[in-house]
Every structure is written in C-alpha cells, then in structure tokens.
C-alpha cells in the first residue's frame, strides 16, 4: 500500500536553530515528490518538487533532498515566519492523478 | 497575480441541506482537483479533472457529492444530503498537465450542524 509519513508531528524551534523534516515513502514507481507549505487558514502554498535520489532543491532557507525512501526539509538558520504546517506529497508513475499526502509537520519557530 | 479563487470561504448548513462549492481555476490550466482537509485524515483527494472531463472521483462518496466543470472557468462541488460528517475544509487545485505542481485556492471551510 502506498503511504507517506512525515515526522515529526511538531516542531518547536529557537530563532536561527537549523533542524530537518522528514518525509517517508513506500510507494510503487515514485514519479515526484512534492513539498508545500500550509499556513493557518489557507490553502497548501507549492514549495518544490523532487524527482529523482540525489536531488536537491533550494529556496532562500530551505533545502529540499531526496534519497530513495525519504526527502528532507532542512532549514537553515529559521525564522518567526518560516512558521507553518510543511506537507509533503508523493505521485506515482501509474497514477498521475493522485497524490498521496502526508499528515504535516507543525513548524513553530520562537523568536 | 494567478490565483485558484473559491466560495464561499465559511459554510455553515444543517443537515440534509444542499451545499454547492464553487471553484475558478488560474485561466489556463487544464487540470482542477478536488481535495478535503480533516484533523483526522489529512489531504484526501476527492475528485480530478483534465480539460473539463472527470478523470478519477474514486475518492468521493457517491450517492451525495457530485463534481462537475461546467466550463473552463468554473468547478464546482456539490453534497446533497450534508451530514456533519462532512465538515471539513474543501481545496480546489489546478494545474497544467505535463506539469507536476498543483496550485491550491484558500479553501472552503464547511459546518454542518
């Protein structure tokens, strides 16, 4: 059975202490692995997409990677705002319609 | 600024009413989904259209929630009867196929009492 599991549930950061978000997988054929940033109220914001082990992506704090059972989040140095739920998302190769979610990290960064 | 629009923002209904959810995809895209958010479930996929055809609606109850796109300008999603099982907040998405990202509105948050 496909499944995506993100851990941890929270994360309770101090301003500028760095820290990882992991997302497992076990799907048939991974084609994509997505992450997106959901602040409270409002719709799922798009991040990044991973397609392939090894790769890597960035945007200004964050840093997504991707190995064969799992992708990271690493943010760097965060701040205040950088506080949101982080979801990630796999889709398989013989379902391009759906995309399997997982259940978020909760982002909380303290100034 | 391209953004997927939804009404209403806040749905309050009594059960067994009628409840229709509207959705305007970025001018463009070809592709809208059709997602349901709970505390208890997370993201399920409820519906997915390409080029105004329902593609997959596996994820939908069938005999009370219908989607439909009328044209390529609107997507809606109907619940008749609601139950209060079915509170929860509603995402459309679109996005273009061929392409991997899908582009979330800010929801439709539904309470049936």
């Known amino acids: 059975e496909d499944q995506v599991t993100q851990s941890p549930e929270a994360l309770r950061l101090q301003e500028g202490e760095s820290s990882s978000l992991n997302c497992s997988y076990t799907?048939?054929?991974?084609?994509?692995l997505f992450w997106y940033r959901q602040d409270p109220g409002k719709g799922p914001e798009f991040l990044f997409t991973?397609?392939?082990a090894g790769e890597e992506k960035e945007k200004e704090r964050l840093k997504a990677t991707l190995t064969k059972k799992e992708s990271f989040l690493h943010i760097t140095a965060p701040k205040p705002e950088d506080s949101a739920t982080y979801l990630c998302?796999?889709?398989?190769?013989?379902?391009?319609?759906?995309?399997?979610f997982g259940s978020g990290t909760k982002l909380n960064v303290k100034p | 600024d391209a953004r997927v629009t939804q009404t209403p923002r806040h749905k309050v209904t009594e059960m067994g009413q009628e409840v229709t959810m509207r959705c305007q995809p970025i001018?463009?895209?070809?592709?809208v989904f059709w997602y349901r958010q709970t505390m208890m479930q997370g993201l399920e996929l409820l519906a997915y259209?390409?080029?105004?055809?329902?593609?997959?609606d596996s994820g939908m109850p069938k005999d009370r929630f219908s989607a439909e796109m009328p044209d390529a300008t609107l997507a809606t999603l109907k619940i008749q009867p609601s139950e209060p099982r079915d509170s929860a907040v509603y995402f459309c998405?679109?996005?273009?196929?061929?392409?991997?990202?899908?582009?979330f509105g800010q929801g439709t948050r539904l309470t049936v009492v």
């Open positions: 998405a679109s996005g273009l196929v061929g392409h991997t990202e899908a582009f």
């Open positions: 799907v048939s054929g991974l084609r994509g």
């Open positions: 991973l397609y392939s």
């Open positions: 998302a796999v889709q398989t190769e013989y379902n391009f319609n759906k995309f399997y």
């Open positions: 001018l463009g895209h070809n592709t």
């Open positions: 259209f390409r080029n105004r055809a329902p593609l997959d």
